[in-house]
């Protein structure tokens, strides 16, 4: 079973709809809780909310999305810092404080804190940094690096201290990492680290190294087992600790498990101990625990019982505001109201799951919007549902995994077939049969029966009646995990007999016919079971509201009767005195009001006076700053008459020119209303007239400009300019020789990581094959290497059909700009 099966099978459990809800109970309130933010919360709850929520992210994106994109993901929606999670063990209070930099993405500043401290304190922070990049996405071969590079030190550090604590909760993290690689690597770590706890007696951290081997190993054929033992021995030793957020963890890691490899009753038994645990330590977020039982309790056969886990999961994710998962709930009542054949209220629970995925950009929205369209064609809408699904899409974009780019496809063949458009409808649907097969080499055939429905419908539409049949009888052999659905089979055979009767095969029709009452009449039966079921947890939930209402409306009606005399006299004594005083009150206050507006009116012409000098005097800094620098560039020029050395001429020009993109910002800055932030588009479009007036390219080069409406701080325009024109310098000097024409391309924009990117490339000759930048004394590279340093950014380069420079950084958070100056 490959890792794509295991995290597809997770999927269709979680998704699987609670089937016979026939009304959704009031919400109550969770006892003894009342709403705070999540952030607020104690820090061994805001860790077990984060590794909850996103183990729920990776079976909703079927594993496609690996779980530490899903930790931070979680992180920004419930609004919690990941430092919970990436310090646990370190028991320094004050580290908290210090760590913001973990939530802006700014490793610099933790390596800044690093160069700063000694003994105790540097270990923790080299943990810290090693726990940052151990729970970056992708870590193992992005960053695997970085982090032996800080836990290595922080062992050998602690070593030398004796802080043998610290040493093993550094050995944990590079468990963690090697479990995620599935490198061999992993097993030696954990057993040298399992060694080391039992003899310090350190439980917790023993729990939590196989808690992550458990959590972070590839699920495959050969690792299940292993996973398996060690989300149990995780779960006891936590247990037997106290450690009731660790356990709950433990446990529903394992339950997932067990269901993937058909221990249905065991994964119930491990589901329900860990939702009964969070709810003895009065942990609100039980959500997530709920949907775990809804859909094992489904898988065994039970009606009821998931009733009553889906009040309490939809009731508390709403009531605790935690809205991580709400588009995907939203889901699985509008399916279970469709599965009823409830068709207003799944329509209705449809729209509200496709607005929510909306809002939030998740190309999940395709999965629900097809129920919508669905609906809009059945009432006459077939243009206006093609209208939502083009402008849906263009507001969330295409999708990436298999599933949702299935579930877009889908949403459009079915558009196209209902406006009776079957050209355009196929073009979705080879999509359909060419993902379908894509996916299958990687997780097995899971959707196949959908494929061949398409077909069916695009068949049908063609008036090709036996292709149409063919494709049907497929839906019923080929694997799907909505295919076995009664209502699924039930659509299937009322199209086998319409095609029969336009065939004219009687005999067909009639087998057909009977199938489909067969299957029909044992659909009623067991809705008929389930309903009695639902029943009566329905009237067992209402006895024990009611019983409450009544016994809390009893005890309030005796005590308002008790108290109303008094209330009465009080008040009218009170209301008297209140009302001398509100009006002595209002007197003074109006005097008090008079006195304070002329004050304020007095305050505000100071200063905006002051205002006003202090952006003339930052104006007036900046132009006195661009002439000493048009002085420099003067002088050198001078120089330059007096100097027959063409080596040291060059360099005084190529000094003068970044002088020049200096001395560029400063005129900007005091022409331009803000004075703090410099417009890209207009700043690069000089740099590069002035380069090619300064070397006379003829035309010969051209220079192509894409760059974003980006306003940047003067502390990153500086590096920036200065590289670009160095780069571009570079080009016109090096890149064409002996007159060749060129093109060269600068490109600034941000990407979706809200990175700023600056790609500059030619198509001239490149670098030589032996040049080496370590080896080779480039001041070009050397300086802009080194800006790129002063940027906190990246700087790569590739020689291939001309030099291609990739400069990525980020863009300072704030800056005081005009406008601030003046809401100031």
């Not at 970056?136 to 800080?150: A, G, I, L, M, T």
């Not at 394992?254 to 860990?274: F, R, S, T, V």
Request: proline share 3%.
């Amino acid at each position: 079973m490959s890792r794509g099966i295991i995290a597809y099978l997770i999927f269709y459990l979680l998704l699987t709809p609670f089937r016979g809800l026939s009304q959704l109970s009031p919400p109550s309130a969770i006892p003894g809780y009342s709403y705070h933010p999540m952030h607020e919360d104690k820090p061994s709850w805001q860790r077990l909310s984060l590794l909850m929520g996103a183990t729920f992210l990776v079976v909703a994106k079927e594993g496609q999305v690996d779980l530490d994109s899903c930790l931070h993901a979680a992180s920004r929606s419930m609004g919690i810092s990941r430092f919970s999670l990436l310090a646990e063990g370190i028991d320094d209070p004050d580290l908290a404080a210090q760590s913001k930099w973990i939530d802006r993405y700014e490793p610099a500043q933790g390596i800044r804190q690093l160069s700063q401290a000694s003994g105790k304190k540097h270990v923790q922070l080299l943990l810290l940094l090693g726990a940052y990049y151990a729970f970056q996405p992708h870590n193992y071969n992005r960053y695997k690096d970085s982090v032996e590079y800080f836990l290595t030190s922080a062992i050998q550090e602690s070593g030398s201290l004796k802080e043998d604590k610290l040493a093993r909760l550094a050995l944990c993290l590079l468990v963690k990492v090697y479990a995620l690689g599935n490198d061999e690597k992993a097993l030696s770590v954990c057993q040298t680290l399992i060694a080391r706890c039992r003899q310090a007696g350190d439980k917790d951290t023993e729990a939590r190294a196989l808690a992550y081997r458990s959590k972070f190993t590839p699920p495959m054929v050969s690792t299940l087992k292993r996973k398996i033992d060690d989300a149990q021995q995780a779960a006891v030793l936590y247990h037997s600790i106290g450690n009731f957020e660790g356990e709950i963890n433990a446990l529903t890691d394992l339950g997932y498990l067990q269901m993937i490899i058909g221990q249905i009753q065991a994964a119930y038994e491990n589901h329900l101990k860990a939702f009964d645990l969070a709810a003895s330590i009065h942990y609100p977020y039980i959500h997530y625990n709920a949907q775990a039982l809804v859909t094992v309790t489904l898988f065994q056969g039970k009606f009821g019982e998931p009733l009553r886990y889906a009040y309490q999961l939809i009731r508390t994710a709403e009531e605790t505001r935690d809205s991580l998962a709400w588009g995907y709930f939203y889901t699985n009542l509008a399916h279970l109201y469709g599965w009823e054949g409830r068709t207003k209220e799944s329509f209705e629970w449809s729209q509200k799951s496709v607005n929510r995925f909306v809002a939030e950009r998740n190309t999940s929205v395709y999965r629900m919007l097809d129920n919508v369209v669905l609906f809009m064609q059945e009432n006459g809408q077939a243009k206006e549902a093609l209208d939502l699904a083009l402008d849906i899409s263009k507001k969330v974009g295409f999708p990436t995994t298999f599933s949702d780019q299935f579930a877009y496809h889908t949403v459009f063949s079915n558009c196209y077939i209902g406006l009776h458009l079957p050209d355009q409808a196929a073009i979705h649907i080879n999509k359909l049969d060419d993902l379908e097969t894509q996916a299958a080499a990687i997780r097995g055939p899971m959707r196949r029966s959908e494929v061949d429905g398409q077909f069916a419908y695009l068949m049908i539409e063609r008036k090709q009646y036996r292709k149409a049949r063919e494709f049907l009888n497929k839906r019923f052999i080929s694997p799907s995990i909505m295919g076995g659905y009664l209502a699924s089979k039930l659509q299937a055979y009322q199209q086998l007999i319409l095609i029969d009767s336009v065939l004219g095969d009687n005999a067909a029709a009639v087998t057909h016919y009977r199938k489909y009452m067969q299957l029909r009449d044992s659909g009623f039966q067991i809705s008929k079971l389930r309903q009695a079921e639902e029943l009566q947890v329905i009237y067992q939930m209402k006895e024990k509201e009611n019983e409450i209402s009544s016994l809390t409306q009893q005890a309030k009606l005796e005590k308002a009767n008790s108290e109303k005399a008094a209330l009465v006299r009080d008040l009218t004594i009170a209301g008297i005195f209140a009302a001398l005083i509100i009006a002595a009150l209002l007197y003074r206050q109006s005097r008090l009001r008079k006195k304070n507006n002329q004050v304020i009116m007095a305050q505000n012409e100071q200063l905006q006076q002051l205002l006003a000098d202090k952006e003339w005097l930052l104006k007036e800094i900046h132009h006195r700053v661009k002439n000493n620098l048009q002085i420099i560039m003067s002088l050198l020029d001078s120089q330059s008459e007096y100097i027959n050395n063409d080596a040291a001429l060059a360099a005084i020009e190529d000094n003068m020119r970044r002088v020049h993109a200096m001395a560029l910002i400063h005129q900007k800055l005091y022409q331009s209303e803000d004075i703090a932030t410099i417009a890209m588009p207009d700043y690069i479009n000089e740099l590069v007239s002035y380069a090619r007036e300064s070397f006379d390219t003829n035309n010969r080069i051209v220079f192509e400009q894409v760059v974003e409406p980006l306003n940047l701080d003067v502390s990153q325009t500086i590096p920036l300019g200065l590289i670009i024109n160095e780069s571009i310098v570079n080009a016109i000097k090096y890149a064409f020789p002996h007159g060749r024409k060129g093109i060269v391309r600068i490109h600034l924009y941000k990407d979706e990581t809200r990175h700023l990117v600056l790609k500059i490339a030619d198509n001239g000759i490149g670098l030589p094959p032996e040049f080496d930048t370590k080896a080779h004394t480039s001041l070009g590279f050397d300086l802009m290497q080194g800006l790129t340093k002063q940027l906190n950014g990246s700087f790569i380069f590739e020689s291939n059909n001309g030099l291609h420079i990739t400069i990525r950084f980020l863009e300072l958070s704030s800056h005081f700009s005009h406008k601030t100056l003046v809401n100031l």
